[in-house]
């Protein structure tokens, strides 16, 4: 059996230590429990006991993921998908969490509380061309369509 840095020679336990720490997607516990240098009929092993108790669950990762992604104005749309993808979790479970996620916020009035949280004193009318490219790209670089964007900072009044 091979032994890990720091946490003993139980895949099981090592992946309970880390899923105390946060929630994680089946693919980033394997990679990690494999970074500790346990076998892979081990770390199945472990995995399979942590779905088994309902410790590790794609779909509800997900789901918590694009909610907080879109609570903290992280992003939205392909961006959230990207970043689901990136984490190992599959196409279907990641289009379903966002749908679920997006269903609960209104995307344009997170627009404009990000608007007025990260930049409180723009003023799209009296701002140049830099300035108002700057402010678009942050929100297009969170996922945000163009549209969207240029209304919230049109529609925003001092």
Known sequence: MATSKSTGSDPFAA??????GRDRSEAELREKLGQ?????????????????Y??????????????AMLRNGRGVGIKILLDLRRRGIEETTAVQA????????????LLRDQLQRRFPN????????KQRRRVVSSFQRRGFSLGDI???LKSVKD
């Open 36 to 52: 500790f240098g346990f076998s892979a009929a081990a770390v199945d092993s472990a995995i399979e006991k942590c779905h088994g």
């Open 122 to 129: 723009f003023d799209f009318a009296n701002s140049d061309e």
């Open 98 to 109: 966002l749908e679920t996620a997006s269903s609960e916020f209104d995307s344009n009035l």
């Open 150 to 152: 240029v209304t919230a």
């Open 15 to 20: 992946a309970l230590r880390l899923l105390t």
């Open 54 to 67: 309902d410790y590790l669950n794609d779909r509800r990762y997900a789901t918590e993921r694009a909610r």
